[in-house]
């Protein structure tokens, strides 16, 4: 893996770093190109507008790792508050959640997380949206994918999450491309062991097509979550060979990330959903993203030091 983007997911996981950053005067444009805002009534705020410029949206309140029972219980009410008011304001037929199962308690007791992710199942299903489980780290998978499998029961829109540079996902993508099944297709965005993780990134690249292979042809919908146009040009591609048509998978990108080709897709009639993440957490995303790009890192830094 690069070196900075080692550096910066370690310093994702210090504490001393977060503190130093979280109470630096770091611009609030920087961090605001990145995630929608602290409050629901900004993550509102973001998703009207990108509904109405023709997108789609998947929200996340921001919190990862809980440790406590009151920290995932005020997430669960972030969740029902934002799904509530999503409803209200008539936009949950364009926007759906997406929900980290470590947000909701499952480093603490995997059937809290169960619980608490199906709280928020049920709301949304009262809203009238889905949800989808964001994957973390490889040593939860088999957790997630077996919470997947018990809400899908309920739920049977649920989505769950795949990652490219893990060596099992061809093998969960093709258990997981049958008929309802919502699957995001992503590359993977911790710092994963060379055990069960392609460190190479043509090989997670290469792994990225063949687990499309497996969705495209499935009878699911696939959920294409990657801002590499080589990639994405691929699955237009491979997505017309396997006769699917625009509206039967769908592309994601984050929010504040290449805008113009989110708006260029869905100018061009495919379904693209954008990730917005909100929330005081903001702190653990944004070095994600700094890791994955050193021009966002360089961005982030002048910032700092120009204020
Ligand atoms: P990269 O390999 O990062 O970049 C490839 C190419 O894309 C670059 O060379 C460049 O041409 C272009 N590109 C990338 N970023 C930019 C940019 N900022 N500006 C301009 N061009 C750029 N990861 C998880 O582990 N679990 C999840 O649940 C998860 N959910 C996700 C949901 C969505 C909607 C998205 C988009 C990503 C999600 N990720 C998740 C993160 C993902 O795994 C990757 O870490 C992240 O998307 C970066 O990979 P990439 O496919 O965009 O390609």
Known sequence: MNPLRTLILAAAGNDT???????????????????????TQDA??????????????????????????????????????LLDKLHSDGLADRAEVSVKLSAVGQALDERLALENASRICAAAEQAGTTVTLDMEDHTTTDSTLGTLRELRRSWPWVGGVLQSYLHRTLDDATALSGEGSRIRLCKGAYNEPESVAYIDQHDVDLSYVRCANALLSGEGYPMFATHDPRLIEIIGERARWYGRKPGSYEYQMLYGVRPDEQR???????????????????YGYL????????????????SLVSK
């Open 17 to 39: 770093i977060r503190h130093l950053v979280a109470t630096a005067p770091v611009s609030r444009d920087v961090v605001r190109r990145f995630v929608a805002g602290e409050t």
């Open 44 to 81: 509102v705020h973001a998703t009207r507008g990108l509904v109405e410029s023709g997108l789609s949206v998947t929200l996340d309140y921001l919190g990862e790792d809980t440790t406590d029972r009151d920290q995932a219980e005020r997430t669960v009410q972030a969740y029902l508050e």
């Open 264 to 282: 260029r897709l869905a100018g061009s009639g495919e379904t693209v959903r954008v990730y917005i993440p909100y929330g005081e957490e903001w």
């Open 287 to 302: 070095m994600r993203r700094m890791a994955e790009r050193p021009a966002n890192t360089a961005f982030f830094l002048r």
